[in-house]
């Protein structure tokens, strides 16, 4: 009789912390999982809850040892096989989740969460042909599924399948004009930009320098697109405004180099050689 009524307990006690989850209390969802976990260590229950309430405070890497044990105690729960790929997905371990994601596609072929997170996991990888073929996947089951176009339209342009890519871009793009996606419109304009359309990609890369204004790459793009023009005093502008957003990174360096030498400023064209010099030896230094 004494199982039971543990059993019992456990149940309404888990019930009162799913409460507190579904409530978006997650830090008191935590504690109470906590004491459930130390009252019945074995329980794969709260061991989930708790990883369920790290990976909604983003927390991905504290979640993944809660989730994985819980998961050996029942290793046939799809739910927490799910919980588990993401969870190491969102913490930068898309090779694990990809090999959990793969068996409970298996398992559920149709489980349309697993497959859009499969896609993703794959596309990080840069395995963009796997990832177009989990999306056409996903998308034969659940034909409205945005987030897997995103995917797919990106992907195709890395396979070198760039006139399906564009066109699949710009139809997400006409679709939701006001929030354009950063990754679908960036490999739009650079599509347009390998094939010398200049000026037909420039609102876009300026459409998304506004939505996205902390975004480095946006200026990048608009400086490239104003060079190649002739633009140059409105290239300097942008060029120099993703470097002050990524200072860190090569790409604004380089770029605003060429242009600097491009418009005769000798002296800032040096100093952007001298950073990419120090940049360079910096990365050789470390491969010693």
């Known amino acids: 009789m004494l199982p039971l009524l543990l059993s019992l307990w456990l149940a309404a006690d888990t019930g009162a912390a799913d409460q507190l989850y579904r409530a978006g209390r997650y830090t008191e969802a935590a504690s109470a999982y906590r004491q459930l976990i130390a009252g019945n260590p074995s329980s794969p229950e709260p061991l989930a809850g708790v990883g369920n309430c790290l990976l909604a405070m983003h927390n991905p890497r504290e979640a993944v040892p809660y989730l994985s044990h819980a998961l050996q105690l029942k290793p046939d729960s799809g739910e927490i096989r799910l919980t588990l790929a993401r969870a190491l997905l969102e913490g930068g371990n898309p090779g694990a989740a990809t090999g959990l994601l793969d068996a409970l596609r298996e398992k559920e072929p149709a489980n349309t969460a697993a497959l859009r997170l499969l896609a ?169």
């Open 120 to 288: 993703e996991a794959l596309y990080r990888q840069g395995y963009y042909q796997n990832a177009i073929n989990a999306t056409d996947r996903l998308i034969a089951l659940h034909a409205d599924d945005v987030a897997s176009r995103r995917i797919r339209a990106v992907a195709l342009a890395k396979v070198g399948r760039a006139t399906e890519a564009e066109t699949a871009c710009k139809r997400l793009m006409d679709a939701e004009p006001e929030t354009l996606d950063v990754d679908v419109a960036l490999t739009y304009v650079e599509i347009l930009y390998d094939g010398g359309h200049y000026d037909a990609a420039l609102p876009y890369a300026d459409k998304v320098a506004r939505q996205h204004p902390d975004n480095p790459i946006a200026p990048l793009w608009q400086a490239r697109l104003l060079f190649r023009s002739g633009r140059i005093e409105e290239a300097v502008r942008e060029a120099e405004r993703c470097v002050s957003l990524a200072p860190g990174l090569p790409f604004g360096h380089s770029l605003l180099l060429d242009i600097y030498r491009k418009a005769g400023r000798a002296q800032d064209a040096q100093r952007e050689a001298q950073w990419l010099r120090a940049y360079n030896d910096g990365i050789a230094g470390r491969g010693r």
